[in-house]
């Protein structure tokens, strides 16, 4: 049997054996016996060489022209769409997604480099008038600076691209860490980066445990700003890290989702949506659906049909909202049904949670979707569809536990993420003007 893949990191344009020349193994989670390959097991010493090769970079990197590293973006899309039958089916070997989501992960890898490769030339800034004569007032956007990217096993070339591709557009150097229980589909994603041209040291890739590798980045006085998504208790070691050295820092966490079903409904389509949005990637998305809130009226009804279509998976039923089922985020293929008197009571239970990332609603009365599009205390809602189902052209993020408020995803809201607003006056009136201060 052949020796397993050595994967190495890429810092400053090479691709390097960690200091401590140590790795670990990357198994097929479907076959234990399958050894994908070895990664590199770095340390502090390696984040140091990564943070300050993109330091480097980042001066060179930011005066590239903007329409030109989107070009360099948009081949990235190529060479991925290219790939994608060959990065889905090792994916799938990596983590074990299954072959159809994969391709669905890679695609979405594609979407946002042709997507984000397009705000190149859309970088838009603004004018407005001056208070005083003979003097013009603009804002501009500019790079943050080194960006520490960490990202989460369960869609591992997606999210990687949500982070990375924006960040590059803007201006920005990278040192991303992707998760060590999925490290391959972020290594091509790197790898792609390098074919295109993209100059040494922009983009660094260390892999290695959270403690090892993801604390000393978010640490790192030399790192502007770190987007991070994983746990909400992981999240908040990250805010209190960035905290002490004042850094910007993007948070996207797990959720408690709720679907609510109304006694209007269509039944058939809610427990479609039930199905898919519990139990689709065995419930390991974010926004996967994790609590059913059924009007008294249809909730029989709707259970029946639920769990005969489910019946070799697991639903709660009989749950009340005080369990810990309902409550904490369980991140696998678990759904629990709790019963509502009315839209505002299903409403009260819905955002009764510490958690605000997604939720929906299956009504066919227009003026109670509305309703609870205004109530629902989430970051994403769906009207007559599921939790799951983000759109790349679209923000994605939520509130509460499961977000700081940066959107990644939609175009405007990314950049926001990462680039941050330069003021620029010039005065051409040939003499002091005094602003902030009475003239008359």
């Known amino acids: 049997m052949a020796e397993p893949k050595s994967y190495r990191n890429f810092i400053d344009g090479e691709w390097v054996e960690c200091a401590a020349r140590e790795t670990f193994e990357d198994r097929n989670p479907a076959d234990r016996s399958e050894v994908i390959g070895t990664f590199q097991r770095s340390s502090q010493a390696d984040v140091e060489a990564a943070v300050e090769a993109a330091r480097r970079a980042h001066r060179r990197w930011r005066q590239v022209p903007a329409p030109k590293r989107a070009e360099s973006l948009f081949r990235m899309g190529e060479i991925l769409l290219k ?64 960006c520490g990217l960490i990202t989460p096993w369960n869609f591992p070339m ?28 972020c290594y091509h994603l790197v790898k792609v980066c390098q074919e295109v041209g993209i100059p040494r040291g922009v983009v660094n890739y260390v892999t290695g445990g959270g403690e090892a590798v993801g604390a000393p980045l978010t640490r790192h006085p030399g790192v502007s700003l770190v987007s991070f998504t994983g746990s909400s208790e992981t999240s908040r070691q990250v805010n209190l890290a960035c905290a002490d050295s004042y850094k910007r820092v993007s948070l996207e966490m797990g959720g408690k989702n709720a679907m609510i079903v109304l006694d209007d409904a269509r039944l058939d389509l809610a427990v479609d949506g039930a199905l898919w949005g519990a139990f689709a ?45 309902a409550r904490e985020e369980i991140f696998g293929p678990v759904v629990c049904i709790l019963a509502a008197d009315s839209l505002d009571d299903a409403l009260e239970i819905a955002n009764d949670t510490l958690y605000g990332l997604s939720s929906s609603i299956y009504t066919q009365d227009l003026n109670k979707a509305f309703v609870a599009v205004r109530e629902l ?24 536990r499961s977000g700081n408020g940066h959107r990644e995803g939609a175009a405007h809201t990314a950049i926001e993420v990462f680039s941050e607003w330069k003021t620029v006056y010039v005065d051409y009136s040939g003499k002091l003007q005094k602003a902030q201060i009475d003239n008359n």
Not at 301 to 309: A, T
Request: hydrophobic share 35%; aromatic share 6%; with cysteine.
């Open 83 to 146: 790939r994608k039958e060959e990065y889905a089916r090792e994916m799938t070997r990596d983590m074990g997604k299954t072959l159809k989501e994969a391709r669905g992960d890679v695609q979405e890898a594609i979407d946002v480099c042709y997507y984000i490769a397009g705000e190149g030339r859309r970088m838009f800034g603004f004018t407005t008038p001056s208070e005083l004569p003979n003097k013009s007032c603009s804002s501009l956007r500019m790079p943050v600076g080194v």
């Open 377 to 400: 205390e989430t970051g994403i809602t769906y009207v007559n569809s599921s939790t799951i189902g983000a759109e790349t052209h679209l923000p994605f993020g939520g509130t509460r």
């Open 158 to 185: 997606a999210i990687p691209s949500w982070k990375l591709i924006p960040a590059l557009v803007c201006g920005n150097t990278v040192v991303i860490k992707p998760a060590s229980d999925a490290p391959l589909s």
């Open 281 to 325: 990637t065995t419930g390991q998305r974010c926004t996967a659906t994790s609590r059913i809130i059924v009007h008294k009226k249809v909730h029989k009804e709707f259970v029946d049909r639920l769990v005969e279509r489910a019946s070799v998976l697991k639903v709660f039923a009989g749950v009340t909202r005080a369990m810990r089922i």
